[in-house]
């Protein structure tokens, strides 16, 4: 055989394996290592190294396309400047993701606006590019999810699959008030992820002897979740104030209630 027929078979048979990445790359590469004189191990790893790489870049875009995050937001672009009460080197610990080998949680806690949902995304962003799944939904979205499955029968199964994601990140807990059956159903969730020692995310307006509130005025089982998520976990308390008003402020569009 030509050694045309050869290539021919090679590029046939990596796109018959799903090597597509490698048979676009492999006259290329073929040249290259002929004029650079590459031995056929070197050869055969530069080839390899660009399909592995075009999986990996694959399947972090997949995971990201089901993690349901509200939009994409990296932890470097946060600004630590703006608030002072967020540890840097406590974020950086975070960001090795080894929090999740650890089944630790994480709870921000804070006022609107300070950055909790920027820090939880881009954690999850870390998450998925670790290759883990993750997914992201609001606390209130995830109760009506809830509600939904358990009016058509089909909450175990729904338990099942928020059971699965090496990473669930429950944003806004605290914004509105959770019926009895909600605050029951989510303390299930927290109760089966923590069995699994699969990590939680959670962000919130409220502090801890406020969360009563959250789970229907049920102090008891507001405890009983806050003992699970707080087991092993980090706690990041925000003091600061909102991005949005701050803007707004250096914009002369905000006046203070003494200044009006």
Same mark, same amino acid.
């Given at each position: 055989?030509?050694?045309?027929?050869?290539?021919?078979?090679?590029?046939?048979?990596?796109?018959s394996l799903g090597h597509s990445t490698a048979a676009q790359l492999l006259d290329s590469t073929a040249q290259r290592a002929?004029?650079?004189?590459?031995?056929?191990?070197?050869?055969?790893?530069?080839?390899?190294?660009?399909?592995?790489?075009?999986?990996?870049?694959?399947?972090?875009?997949?995971?990201?396309?089901? %993690?349901?995050?509200?939009?994409? /937001?990296?932890?470097?672009? *946060?600004?630590?400047?703006?608030? @002072?009460?967020?540890?840097? =080197? #406590?974020v950086e610990e975070l960001s090795t993701g080894r929090f999740l080998a650890e089944g630790r949680n994480i709870v921000l806690?804070?006022?609107?606006?300070?950055?909790?949902?920027?820090?939880?995304?881009?954690?999850?962003?870390?998450?998925?590019?670790?290759?883990?799944?993750?997914?992201?939904?609001? %606390?209130?979205?995830?109760?009506? /999810?809830?509600?939904?499955? *358990?009016?058509?029968?089909?909450? @175990?199964?729904?338990?099942? =699959? #928020?059971?699965?994601?090496?990473?669930?990140?429950?944003?806004?807990?605290?914004?509105?008030?959770?019926?009895?059956?909600?605050?029951?159903?989510?303390?299930?969730?927290?109760?089966?992820?923590?069995?699994?020692?699969?990590?939680?995310?959670?962000?919130?307006?409220?502090?801890?002897?406020?969360?009563?509130?959250?789970?229907?005025?049920?102090?008891?089982?507001?405890?009983?979740?806050?003992?699970?998520?707080?087991?092993?976990s980090t706690v990041l308390n925000i003091k600061g104030d909102s991005y949005r008003l701050r803007e707004k402020r250096k914009?002369?569009?905000?006046?203070?209630?003494?200044?009006?």
């Open positions: 055989m030509s050694a045309t027929t050869y290539e021919h078979l090679a590029k046939e048979g990596l796109l002929a004029a650079e004189n590459w031995s056929y191990s070197h050869f055969l790893g530069m080839l390899l190294e660009s399909e592995l790489a075009a999986r990996k870049r694959r399947i972090i875009e997949t995971t990201l396309r089901f %993690a349901n995050l509200p939009y994409q /937001k990296r932890l470097s672009d *946060f600004d630590f400047s703006c608030q @002072p009460s967020v540890d840097p =080197v #406590l806690l804070g006022p609107p606006g300070v950055g909790k949902t920027h820090l939880a995304i881009g954690l999850a962003m870390i998450t998925a590019e670790l290759g883990h799944r993750v997914y992201f939904t609001s %606390a209130m979205h995830l109760a009506r /999810k809830l509600s939904t499955a *358990f009016a058509q029968n089909q909450l @175990p199964h729904t338990m099942q =699959v #928020l059971a699965q994601p090496k990473l669930l990140v429950i944003d806004e807990v605290g914004y509105l008030a959770l019926e009895s059956n909600q605050a029951a159903m989510l303390f299930e969730v927290i109760c089966n992820r923590y069995q699994k020692s699969a990590s939680i995310i959670v962000t919130s307006n409220k502090a801890f002897g406020q969360w009563g509130q959250v789970f229907a005025n049920d102090p008891v089982l507001a405890s009983a979740a806050l003992d699970r998520l707080l087991h092993h914009a002369g569009l905000f006046q203070t209630q003494s200044q009006t």
